[in-house]
Every structure is written in C-alpha cells, then in structure tokens.
C-alpha cells in the first residue's frame, strides 16, 4: 500500500490542523492506520491508531484530549486532527498501515512521506 500524506503547516499555539493521508494500492479498508512523528533530534514515536472498521482508536497519552484519528474508507483517507497544539507537537508526521494492531501501534509495515509541523509559541 503507498501512503499519501498532506496537511502541515506553521499554526500558533493553541491553534489546530487537520492532517490527511490517502492511500493506494491494496485493498485500504483491510489495514489498520496510524500516526507517528518524529522531532528534531528525538526517535519517531507512536502518536494514534485506528482500527480497519474504525471501532477502534488509540492514542498516545501526551496528544490524548487534544488528538482525533478518523478514516474514511469509501475514500481509502485516514485523518488527524489536532487541536489545541503546543510547541511540543512539532515535529515531522508520519502516517503508517499495517494488518495488525500490535504492529500498527510500535512497527508498521507500510510509511508514507512525511509532512512537517511547526507550532509556535
């Protein structure tokens, strides 16, 4: 499956952006979807999950509250929409696919390009 990924910008603090990220190739609704980012100068870290029927979602605890991951499978799209952000929150974003929930969750088989984030205070 190839990731699309869209949707980074520059916002203040406090303000909000919704990522999206089209996929292509194998049958969408049959992968389970995630997101990842990765700061300057840290390791890549889980941010959000999702199941492949949508009944499922997890979330890192420091984006809990703030963080909302959605799909929409008629349209092979997962989405990420972060609200009240904080400088914390920037780094580059990653979304992942992959067929199991352990492995979308730490070591996903399938990366799309990344999109970058920058919050300012």
């Known amino acids: 499956v190839q990731l699309q990924a869209s949707g980074g910008g520059l916002v203040q603090a406090g303000g909000s952006l919704r990522l999206s990220c089209a996929a292509s190739g194998r049958t969408f609704s049959r992968y389970h979807m995630g997101w990842f980012r990765q700061a300057p100068g840290k390791e890549r870290e889980f941010v959000a999950a999702?199941?492949?029927?949508?009944?499922?979602?997890y979330y890192a605890e420091s984006v809990k509250g703030r963080f909302t991951i959605s799909r929409d499978n008629a349209k092979n799209t997962v989405f990420l929409q972060m609200n009240s952000l904080k400088p914390e929150d920037t780094a580059v974003y990653y979304c992942?696919?992959?067929?199991?929930?352990?492995?979308?969750?730490?070591?996903?088989?399938?990366w799309g390009q990344g999109t970058q984030v920058t919050v300012s205070s």
């Open positions: 992942a696919a992959d067929s199991t929930l352990v492995d979308i969750k730490t070591s996903p088989d399938y």
């Open positions: 999702i199941g492949w029927s949508s009944g499922s979602t």
